[in-house]
């Protein structure tokens, strides 16, 4: 369904159970900047209002999914950390075409936005499947199916609004790209790394 083109080895789950505060913590943080994105797609792109509305709904989604990453780490006696840079999502924006028309920028963000959601997805499946804590099992099999509509809907956007450009043609790139660019992650207890 998400046409990754490299899986994420299984023993990732290994490296992240060494370390379940560092993977809450950065996880808090993937879904605070997933609201900040769906915000700056409300600012740039206010022309499309089902967008619009999408958008205020995924921000506010994606800030209840921060506060119960916040207490699941709180639960466990941990607190949130500061920020981690993302390294996955700066190669991501490296590839992201810059300039052009409006609906270049439209697509661009869209498919941005979709493949992270997918890639967040497929590892949020190999936690609720593999990770050993039973309630982490639960909590990341909820996130999935989350992170699933949230990648169909931004990949749907894109397709909608594009009238000039090969949205499946330009997935495609997106997808070699990153299955490239996972060949030197999933090596940390990161959501993305």
């Not at 699941?72 to 991501?92: M, Q, S, V």
Request: hydrophobic share 40%.
């Amino acid at each position: 369904m998400l046409g990754l083109k490299l899986a994420t080895d299984p023993r990732w789950v290994n490296i992240v159970e060494k370390n379940i505060e560092e993977i809450l913590t950065d996880h808090a943080y993937c879904e605070q900047k997933a609201a900040t994105n769906a915000i700056t797609v409300i600012v740039k792109f206010p022309m499309y209002p089902d967008v619009v509305e999408a958008m205020g709904e995924l921000v506010k989604e994606e800030m209840e999914h921060f506060q119960m990453v916040h207490r699941e780490l709180i639960k466990r006696g941990f607190t949130l950390g500061y920020e981690r840079k993302d390294a996955y999502i700066h190669d991501l924006l490296a590839f992201q075409k810059k300039g052009g028309s409006k609906e270049l920028q439209f697509v661009e963000k869209m498919l941005f936005g979709a493949m992270i959601e997918a890639r967040s997805c497929e590892r949020f499946r190999l936690l609720s499947e593999h990770i050993s804590d039973p309630e982490l099992r639960v909590f990341y099999r909820e996130l999935m199916e989350s992170e699933a509509r949230h990648y169909m809907m931004f990949l749907n956007f894109a397709k909608k609004y594009a009238t000039t450009i090969d949205v499946d043609k330009r997935w495609k790139e997106f997808l070699e790209y990153e299955g490239e660019l996972m060949k030197k992650y999933g090596k940390k207890e990161t959501i993305h790394g």
